[in-house]
Each structure stands twice: as structure tokens, then as C-alpha cells.
């Protein structure tokens, strides 16, 4: 068994980095993958290489001795390739974006064609993408929530004002009385006899409106959990039932008839959308890229 190249390369990449997020960035290859290189040498050498901290690797006394010994092998070998290898078109590189599936269709779907990189999206709750993006995985995140990773850093771009809808066959005119009335314990009691829709992964909206607006948790399970919020626009569509969204989602079908703004709350309640990013990037020209396609496109949605 001989040692591989690659693991080599993976090895001063970590060393001259001090992370394995940021070797991977440096050789365009998931962090998973650089863990698998790292481990697979110090196996067939027998020592550990680094000491594993939250915020660094520290490399040991015989990983300094093997980062010595193969440098300067290495940047000729490097420099070999570089005079060698002929690139017949430019490489694209490639941006792993993550964001809810209603953002993605509102804003960024149909203007895929038209970037000059490639993209990879990947939907998933927030927590997650927070821990992707500082790993590694991702490149960018659109959320209304910030972390507290210390390699991360939130620019805000917009909101989202989340409201009270209902199917436009839905009989609402005794909820709007005793919500004009300030009658908001018994609008929460009459609300908790209706048919709901909601998704598995926004249950967050529910119940933070409910805690704003009624001062209480709901102690209620919807009837429908669908896949996502954009099912629920349509399921309520010519029916009946309630749901809890945000209203730039549902501004289509209220503008038809298809579905009716019931409430805003007394004093509406908006989310701050944030672009989550790594405060260093080797794809700054192309997150900005994106930043500002969102931004426009945003634009637009509010203003419809």
C-alpha cells in the first residue's frame, strides 16, 4: 500500500489553513472528504497529525516533521501541473446556496439560467444551514434567524410580514367582529376550532404569532401538515381553513380572490431577512452576485 497523492495535498492544505473548512474551500472539495484524507494518512502513517480543536488544527511534533519533508516535492509538483495542463474553456466554479423552498421559487428559480457559475440548493431548516454554512458546505444563506458562529457574519436585505389567512370559502365575520372589538381571548378560542394547515418545518410562524398576538402558546395541532408554504396557498385556494404565513407568498392569491388576508395582528409583525455568510470567502464576486439579484427581485415582490 502506498500513500495517496491527494492525501498529501489535503495535509498542507490543512496546515497552512488551520481548518478543515477552510482547507476544503482551498481545494473545492467538501470538508467530509477532507476529514477521509487526513484520516486515511495519519492510518497508513500510524501518527495523529494534528491536535483537533473547536477553532483550529494544531499540527503535532511528526506533523511538522512531515509538512517539512514534503513541501517543497509538492510545489513542484504544483508548479508541474500549472505548466502542463491545458485548460481548453475556463473552469466555473461552483456556489452551494441555502434557503427555504418558497424563497428559492419566489425569487432565485427563474433566474438560474443566467448565472455564470454553477449552483447547487439545498432547503433544509435554518439551524442546519447555519451549521453548513460554518463547515463549510454552504456558500450562502438567506434566513430570518442568525447564529452565533463566530466565522459567520448576517447583512440584512428585507422582511417579511407574517399574517392570519384563510380559504375565500371560509365564513370569518365573527372572528373580524371580536377582533374589531379587542376581543382577542375569545377570537384565540374561536380560531382553535377551525381547520389549520401547516408545514413540519415552519411551525415556528404559528407559534410565534400566536405567542405576539394572544400573548400564549397555541395548544392546538393542525389539521394538515403539507410540504411546504406554497401548498398551503393552494390548498386553501376556493376552500376553507386557516394558515399562518408570510404575506408575500400568498400576495398573488389574495390580489384574485382565491384567498383572504383575515389579520395583520394590532401591530404587525415583520421578519428581517438576512444573507448569512463566512466572513471569509474565496467567492465574494459571486455571493455578491446573488446578493444583488435577490435584492432586485425582492424589490419587486414587495412592490406588487
Known amino acids: ?16 489553513t ?14 467530509p472528504g477532507v476529514s477521509l484524507h487526513l484520516n486515511s494518512l495519519e492510518a497508513y502513517t500510524g501518527y495523529k497529525l494534528f491536535d483537533r ?31 502542463f495542463h491545458k485548460r481548453s474553456v475556463e473552469e466555473r466554479v461552483t456556489i452551494s446556496v441555502g434557503m427555504c423552498f418558497e424563497t428559492f421559487q419566489y425569487t432565485l428559480e427563474e433566474h438560474i439560467n443566467e448565472l455564470p457559475f454553477n449552483l447547487i440548493i439545498k432547503f433544509g431548516e435554518y439551524p442546519q444551514m447555519q451549521q453548513d454554512l460554518d463547515n463549510g458546505l454552504l456558500d450562502l444563506i438567506v434566513t430570518p434567524q442568525k447564529g452565533n458562529q463566530q466565522n459567520l457574519q448576517y447583512q440584512p436585505f428585507s422582511k417579511e410580514r407574517i399574517v392570519l389567512i384563510a380559504g375565500n370559502n371560509t365564513d370569518t365575520d365573527q372572528l373580524e367582529d ?9 377570537a384565540s378560542e374561536w380560531l382553535k376550532q377551525q381547520l389549520w394547515y401547516s408545514t413540519a418545518a415552519d411551525m415556528d410562524h404559528l407559534k410565534n404569532f400566536w405567542l405576539k ?12 401538515i403539507v410540504p411546504n408554504i406554497s401548498s398551503i396557498v393552494r390548498c386553501l385556494s376556493d376552500s376553507r381553513g386557516f394558515s ?8 398573488e392569491s389574495i390580489d384574485n380572490g382565491k384567498v383572504k388576508l383575515v389579520w395583520e395582528g394590532y401591530e ?6 438576512y444573507f448569512g455568510t463566512r466572513k471569509k470567502t474565496i467567492y465574494r464576486k459571486e455571493i455578491e452576485q446573488l446578493e444583488t439579484l435577490f435584492e432586485k427581485k425582492w424589490e419587486i415582490v414587495l412592490s406588487d
Not at 371580536?178 to 375569545?186: A, H
Request: with cysteine; hydrophobic share 40%.
Open 213 to 224: 398576538h394572544f400573548g400564549e402558546h397555541p395548544d392546538f395541532s393542525p389539521n394538515y
Open 1 to 16: 500500500m502506498h500513500w495517496n497523492l491527494e492525501w498529501l495535498r489535503t495535509f498542507k492544505a490543512i496546515y497552512e
Open 53 to 83: 480543536s473547536a477553532r483550529k488544527m494544531v499540527p503535532t511534533e511528526r506533523g511538522k516533521i512531515l509538512y517539512n519533508f514534503i513541501l517543497e516535492p509538492l510545489k513542484k509538483l504544483e508548479s508541474g501541473e500549472q505548466h
Open 178 to 186: 371580536l377582533l374589531q372589538n379587542g376581543k382577542t381571548s375569545e
Open 18 to 31: 488551520g481548518t478543515l473548512s477552510a482547507a476544503a474551500q482551498e481545494l473545492f472539495i467538501s470538508q
Open 244 to 251: 399562518i404565513v408570510p404575506d408575500f407568498l400568498c400576495r
Open 268 to 273: 404587525p409583525w415583520e421578519n428581517m431577512l
